[in-house]
């Protein structure tokens, strides 16, 4: 309906919030939630605490996150954002589900997620999404005047939803997976945890000051004896400080690229050296008749 | 009991009534609008945007400007005055009116309100008690005008003079309402900045035209060219602070032509039902017998206009 037989006007900014909100939210929360549900039991050998409470969590993202999107200064129908934001704040049922879920099958022992790489990363992970989601209901009670949602806050939270909780996720199943698959297991172990750190700083350097900087310039915006041109230069400190987040997140993720690329090209180096082995013979120098 | 099917027609069940609530129902209701009328007037709203105008939303949408600019003005409510706008024949009644409505008036203070109408005798009070006060007016003979009056920071900031609707972008494809505010709102900054030039300039060199702006300067959709012995009628005027070497001179592409005529027609400013707000109607232009060409206007071209000041706020 966007691109085959695009739809007239301001439908297409309402099909495209649908879409983006269900990517982020269902889809890719969805996935990500899907892989900490199987790493957490399986690293921490400790069964998830309730079938039909997980399920439970599953079913209220769907319901409630499928119908967010919708921001309240939009130019639509009155309905529209008001159901967007109904959605929102019912997601905290999903919330409230999911805290519980995490609280019962670690039973308080919230140390064993500082244990394994892979774990650290869930851990965060999962914050991240209840930041989200915690974000987006601080959005719908700042009301239908506020700007908050045209700020550098709607940034933050976007930041949050695709780096904050799927990538997370995402490193945390790959450090699970790769040295399954492999012999000797990652290439730099010590750089996981390197990687670890400063994605996590990376991504709260992000997060915070744009957090901070939507509240200032909603608050800014609000005033309209404050100019423009005032309202963004308050910005630019924490554009700075974020820009810090961003070049950390850099630095980890090609950390994480040197990882992966080497644990996989030794893993595969010792194969072909093996195989080439097992079709050849060494021959010392004498042997080779000239 | 095998929970997979069941797991799956929840989430079908879902995932569909949301596609129905966000995509069929606003494609039953907003995706066959067709232009309406503006209030009271009966103007068709809105116009499709000229030609130049419409490549110049394919600029627009190709540099990314929605990812700074927004175009959606936010309104947070209304209030209306009340204006007197005929006292009536009933001199007596009216004063006795007129005093009920303002108490504070003696009665030659009254007859004196009663020169040089249309005058307001509530400001920005609600619904109710504006209609109370016009009944008290009516009943005594005068007539009365109720005034709308959107309100919010964005309008007072002039922005615009009522929020934006749906309607407003009716023929844009793709619309670009846009997501954050980096930048200042421009649903109606064609009427802020109605030279073409303006825009030109702030395109080519924003720093040097906004004092503390921090738009990045767009000079590949310039040409810098040599001038010939008269300079091109399109070259532009260059701001404070920027130079250029002597015998050349900055002459704007098509795409930047395009932007700029896109952004001298973004006005959303009309009265619509949906978006209710008073103007004054247009002063009535006296028809005259004149044979065009009688008046020497000369047409205004980017190279025309002044050199805004550096520091105007859009």
Known sequence: ?290 | MNYGPLVFLAAFFALASSWFGFVVTPQLQLGQMQQTNTVPAGALYPVARPGMAQQGLQVYRANGCAYCHSQQVVQTGTVFDLLLTDAGTNQAAFVAALQMVLPRLSRPEALEFAQGLPKPVRRGVAKVEAEAAAKTLKAAGATTAVWIVPVGPDIARGWGRRRTVAEDFLFDSPVQPGIQRIGPDLANVGVRQPDAGWHLRHLYAPKAVVAGSIMPPYPYLFEKRKAGRQPSPDALLLPHGVEVEAGYEIVPKPEAKALAAYLVSLRAGAPLFSAPLSVAAAPVVAQTNAPAGTTNAPAAGPNATTNSAPGSNP
């Open chain 1, 1 to 290: 309906l966007l691109q085959m037989f695009p739809v007239r006007g301001i439908t297409q900014a309402v099909i495209a919030w649908w879409y983006s909100a269900n990517l982020s939210l269902v889809w890719f929360g969805l996935m990500g939630l899907a892989t900490a549900f199987y790493l957490l039991p399986r690293i921490t050998g400790r069964e998830l605490s309730s079938h039909y409470l997980s399920l439970f969590v599953f079913w209220m993202l769907i319901l409630f996150g499928s119908w967010t999107g919708i921001p309240s200064s939009a130019p639509v129908p009155a309905w529209m954002p008001v159901l967007s934001n109904i959605g929102t704040v019912l997601m905290l049922l999903g919330l409230i589900g999911l805290v519980l879920i995490i609280h019962q099958t670690l039973d308080g022992r919230y140390g064993l997620l500082a244990g394994q790489n892979p774990l650290r990363f869930t851990a965060v992970g999962l914050l991240a999404f209840m930041l989200v989601i915690l974000m987006g209901v601080v959005e719908v009670f700042a009301g239908p005047g506020s700007f908050l949602q045209l700020t550098w806050f709607g940034n933050a939270k976007a930041q949050l939803t695709s780096y904050g909780f799927p990538a997370m996720v995402l490193f945390a199943g790959t450090y699970f997976i790769l040295p399954r698959l492999v012999d000797d297991g990652l290439r730099f172990p010590k750089l996981a945890r390197v990687q670890f750190w400063l994605a996590t700083i990376g991504i709260a350097l992000v997060v915070i000051p744009f957090a901070i900087a939507g509240f200032v310039e909603s608050a800014k915006l609000a005033q309209p004896d404050i100019a423009f041109v005032d309202v963004s230069k308050s910005m630019l400190m924490f554009i700075r400080i974020s820009t810090i987040g961003d070049l950390l997140i850099l630095i980890a993720n090609g950390l994480f690229l040197l990882n992966v690329a080497g644990t996989v090209l030794r893993y595969y180096r010792v194969q072909l050296q093996a195989g080439f082995s097992a079709v050849t013979i060494e021959a010392s120098a004498g042997e080779v008749r000239s």
